[in-house]
């Protein structure tokens, strides 16, 4: 959802006719965006902190998980992967809410120029007050405003891979962690490592939850993308 308001101060990108804004402070505060950043920052950190508090007084699991890492027994990268993408994934959806708003304040505003377009432009007549556009300034005025949609295009795609990709990769790394722990316990050699190195029950649900935050990421960036999908269709954008 957005709040048009009009500038009366402002031209569209052929300088006829006033803008509509789209100001992301006038939106209500429950939003996708807004959820969903807050649901993907609590999950990043509750893997960081079950990381670091499952270790036990008299364990030393979680420097030895650094210092002498292994795959399937550390939580080390779980960790350090969720905190990376917490913040990667939040950043995100900031971004593709901020240039999704701006994509749709430069398709609406009147008089603006369609991709669409195929005949020759016609500018209404500006107010007496406005000194008619030269033939030398309205292309300019067209380049640029074809120029604003394209970069507001492509940003907002660049959000969408950066809230997909990193949640595919994380999925695939914990899917890949687990399913090599799930074979050494049903081979019985879990246990077959020091005492430093056996996971207590919080880095197990970490294991789980490390698998979990990146499937609602996956869903997350689905349904943003069904989103910009569904502007595009009807804002008429190719």
Not at 121 to 150: E, G, K, L, M, N
Not at 179 to 191: A, C, E, K, N, R
């Amino acid at each position: 959802p957005y709040v048009p308001t009009m500038d009366a101060g402002s031209l569209d990108s052929l300088g006829q006719q006033p803008r509509k804004r789209y100001a992301s402070s006038q939106l209500p505060l429950l939003r996708f965006t807004t959820v969903a950043g807050f649901l993907t920052a609590v999950c990043s950190l509750l893997c960081v902190v079950l990381w670091l508090c499952g270790k036990d007084l008299e364990s030393t699991y979680l420097e030895d998980s650094v210092t002498e890492f292994d795959f399937t027994h550390s939580t080390f990268d779980l960790a350090c992967i969720a905190a990376v993408r917490g913040v990667l994934v939040v950043s995100c959806l900031v971004g593709l809410e901020k240039y999704s708003l701006l994509l749709l304040a430069s398709t609406s505003s009147s008089g603006s120029l369609s991709t669409k377009h195929r005949g020759p432009i016609t500018p209404v007549s500006p107010p007496s007050s406005t000194p008619p556009p030269t033939s030398s300034q309205t292309p300019t005025r067209i380049d640029t405003f074809v120029a604003r949609r394209t970069l507001y295009k492509a940003a907002v795609w660049l959000c969408l891979a950066g809230i997909l990709v990193p949640a595919l990769l994380s999925l695939v790394y914990a899917l890949v962690k687990g399913s090599l722990i799930v074979y050494q316990v049903s081979q019985g050699t879990w246990d077959d490592v020091s005492e430093e190195k056996r996971m207590g029950l919080t880095y197990e649900i970490l294991c789980v939850v490390a698998v979990l935050v990146p499937l609602m990421e996956v869903a997350i960036g689905a349904s943003s993308l069904a989103f910009v999908r569904r502007m595009r269709r009807q804002s008429h954008l190719r």
